[in-house]
T-cell receptor, first 116, second 114 residues
Framework: KAGVTQTPRYLIKTRGQQVTLSCSPI?????VSWYQQTPGQGLQFLFE???????NKGNFPGRFSGRQFSNSRSEMNVSTLELGDSALYLC???????????????FGQGTRLTVV | QQQVKQSPQSLIVQKGGISIINCAYE??????FPWYQQFPGKGPALLIA?????SEKKEGRFTISFNKSAKQFSLHIMDSQPGDSATYFC?????????????FGRGTSLIVHP
């Protein structure tokens, strides 16, 4: 059974540009969540999608957005990149609820974004 | 504002020893407490989780101890092995709109010497 696949694995962008990251969940998983991981702030919840609808959003500016397609694949977009957006962006999928009591969230390996 | 405080930041133990990582939370609305293990270049993986109505949960060499009144919980790794060397994150989750949204601790880098 294939795991969560994130593409690309590494990305270098210039300040002011925008970027789109992709996440393919485990087959059958309908919930996809995104997280930002940095040395300074640790792991922080970005947003969660279920059945193409954003159900929850973390405390991030509007430059961070996402969407989910009918096949549960998800993309996140960051516009007007800032140096502080350099981070490992992780995607996690679960059968239904994100990281719920009875539903484990499986993480991908992440996309390492560097903004220069 | 750091809602989940994790300590220590790093931990070195000898093979066969006990590794103990502590977390404290502030929001009493949290009601699901998972621990994740992350190896370099990999995403976090769920290790073990507990609900606040249970004071202890054990799975193999890993045990969570939970103290609801003190708003603290800890991970104990018995008979620590070099393969346990990884970064460990505690989290406290709250249900919002049918989903559990986690707040993570800053992580503990564990090194187990052979």
């Amino acid at each position: 059974k294939a795991g969560v696949t994130q593409t690309p694995r590494y990305l270098i962008k210039t300040r002011g540009q925008q970027v789109t990251l992709s996440c393919s969940p485990i087959s059958g998983h309908r919930s996809v969540s995104w997280y930002q991981q940095t040395p300074g702030q640790g792991l922080q919840f970005l947003f969660e999608y279920f059945s193409e609808t954003q159900r929850n959003k973390g405390n991030f500016p509007g430059r961070f957005s996402g969407r989910q397609f009918s096949n549960s694949r998800s993309e996140m977009n960051v516009s007007t990149l800032e140096l502080g957006d350099s981070a490992l962006y992780l995607c996690a999928s679960s059968l239904s609820r994100a990281a719920g009591v009875d539903t484990e969230a499986f993480f991908g390996q992440g996309t390492r974004l560097t903004v220069v | 504002q750091q809602q989940v405080k994790q300590s220590p930041q790093s931990l070195i133990v000898q093979k066969g020893g006990i590794s103990i990582i502590n977390c404290a939370y502030e929001n009493t609305a949290f009601d699901y407490f998972p621990w994740y293990q992350q190896f370099p270049g990999k995403g976090p993986a769920l290790l073990i989780a507990i609900r606040p109505d249970v004071s202890e949960k054990k799975e193999g060499r890993f045990t969570i101890s939970f103290n609801k009144s003190a708003k603290q919980f800890s991970l104990h790794i018995m008979d620590s092995q070099p393969g346990d060397s990884a970064t460990y994150f505690c989290a406290a989750s709250i249900e919002i709109g049918g989903s559990y949204i986690p707040t993570f601790g800053r992580g503990t880098s564990l090194i187990v010497h052979p």
